[in-house]
């Protein structure tokens, strides 16, 4: 389980560091940084993907995802006795993000390259990657430490270099994947691979998950939810059938669903509503209704990941739909970390009733994101390596 996530120099985000529980909760008002920090966890994930430099560029590049802020906000502007402004920096420009697990942690630096004549010349360059034992970062702790081209893992009380020519638009997890020479590469890599993001489910009417699709068994609902039959029935043959059944009856009492297999091994989901003498298609469902079905198929998965995490779910549901995805969240979290981005008040209240719910009120103070309540003893221990 990921026990800690700091985030330093990420648009609204200064410096962030938060706990998380098996079920955390992240709220706020408009445009205090819950998409924000949602970013920049998927960011972090595309570390082990291949792709950080890539989704980093397709936001605009480094210095449009660097914090915009002063290096450093004092007392003195918090109070309103000086004005908000900035001055020499007293640091390199530098993007930094981490995890801690129950066991390992890893961080990430990146930061714009040195001058050159290459056409690339501002993609932002990984600067330093390490991976350490323990809650928060010790030199003693550290096992692998990349910078630069070099990396190196600990070996007893010394070092190995296992790589010295890293490309500096690549994370150490593209080169290293051997569980023998870096055990600790693989097994953060691995685990960063199994996170799973639910961000946009199409709704519209040509929306994939409204058309009969090709069937194949799907554990793992697409992010789109193009495959939502078929995953539907996956969890029928090789899931909790008992649990579909009983979230679709909880959020629409008398109501069943039914995955209709065609001639041509394509699937299609039909809906039975108490009181309609035949069944409704997937073309013919509500906005709301088809995305809570698409929420019961990414939820109640046969293939738990270690981290699922949904932006705003809440997103064309009816309010009275909302405890009952409540209850289906809650049931997911017993078998994997959930982490969920809302701002529906009813959906946050039913989650927060439960005792393994962990809530986080974001709050903007002078364009940086911060926790509500957190003060310096509340935050939890963590260093980058620089």
Partial sequence: ??????????????????????????????????????????????????????????????????????????????????????GTRQEVVRLRMGVVTDTLGYSISLGLPEPSRSAFCFDPEIKRETIWAGPFYRPASVLVDRKGPMVKVRDGRSWKVVEQHLSSFQSMFDQLSDPIAAPEVFQVREMIRGWRFYDYFRTDKDAPARQAQLGTRTPVLNHDGRDLAAALQTIREIGNHEALDNAISDAFPGARIDVVHHNDGRFSVEFYQEGLLRPLTSAELSDGTLRYLLLVAALLTPRPPLLMVLNEPETSLHPDLLPALARLIIKASDNTQVWIVSHA???????????????????????????????ILDTPPWHYRE
């Avoid at 792709?51 to 915009?68: F, H, K, M, P």
């Avoid at 502007?77 to 000086?82: A, H």
């Avoid at 719910?357 to 926790?371: D, S």
């Fill in 1 to 86: 389980m990921i026990t800690t996530l700091s985030i330093n120099n990420y648009r609204s985000v200064l410096n962030l560091t938060m706990l998380l529980g098996p079920l955390t909760v992240v709220t706020g008002p408009n445009g205090s940084g819950k998409s924000n920090l949602y970013r920049a966890l998927r960011l972090l994930a595309e570390t082990a993907q291949g792709g950080v430099i890539n989704s980093l560029a397709s936001e605009g590049g480094l210095e449009s995802t660097i914090w915009a802020g002063p290096e450093k906000i004092s007392k003195r502007m918090r109070d309103g006795v000086v004005p908000i402004e900035g």
């Fill in 345 to 375: 008040s009813r959906l946050i209240a039913a989650l927060s009733d439960h005792y393994e719910c962990h809530g986080i009120q974001l709050e903007k103070v002078l364009g940086q994101t911060e926790i509500q309540g957190q003060g």
